[in-house]
């Protein structure tokens, strides 16, 4: 007998979204910042464009309270903003706000968040999982990197310090299962897929941007 059992979900995503993941994490501007070769101000213009994904994120997340599949991957203990805000003041002074602004890919990116979140819990998930699980995963070495790197203590990576989640491989494991049992039809499941898809691609496009907008000081080119 044939095994029709469809793969589970999260392991669905995972494999249809590899080769999206190394385009992202292997974008110019991450590279070379995690190589060392990127300034400061870089760094500060990186954390400016999560300001705004965050904000997105985390008010479609208080829309998205209410539904009831939604609501099983929404919790406090992943919030992001007060530690982004906290970042960006510590970095750029009391008048953070005034100083930042969000590039073309960063808006295009909050703007397609905000939208899934208005109207489809299944899209609103795959944009929480996409950058949550990233963060639980890449992010907490990303984040050591960043500290060594710019003699942060806790100060200007508050953002990569999740104090509410003390085993990042137990959470992810148990968001997974969620995913697992969300109870999606086959051709939902396709579109939440989709749409993890386009996330990868807007977080490679913000890299892109980011490379364009700020020259790489020190990088020998060619
Ligand atoms: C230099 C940058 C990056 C590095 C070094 C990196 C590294 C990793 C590693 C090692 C894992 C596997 C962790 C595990 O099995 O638990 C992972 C998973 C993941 N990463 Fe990245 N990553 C990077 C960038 C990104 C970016 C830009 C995104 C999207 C915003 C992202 C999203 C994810 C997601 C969603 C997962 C979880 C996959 C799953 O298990 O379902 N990563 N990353």
Known sequence: MTDTTPLPLSALIRERT???HSSSEGAGFMSSLLRGERSRDDYIAL?????????????????????????RFITNRLTRLPAIEADLEFLLGPDWRDRITALDATARYATRIEQVAETWPGGFVAHH??????????????GRVIKRQFGFDTNGARFYVFDDVADPTEFKNA?????????????ERERVIAEVLCAYRFNTEVFEQLAEAHS???????
């Open 18 to 20: 590899k080769d999206a």
């Open 216 to 222: 790489p000081g020190g990088v020998v080119v060619g």
């Open 47 to 71: 954390v400016a464009q999560h300001f705004f994904i965050y904000a997105a994120l985390e008010s479609g997340a208080d829309r998205m309270r209410e539904d009831p599949i939604a609501a």
């Open 175 to 187: 968001y997974r299962e969620q995913l697992d049992d969300a109870p999606w039809a086959e051709d």
């Open 129 to 142: 999982y996409t950058r949550y699980l990233g963060d639980l995963s890449g992010g907490l070495h990303i």
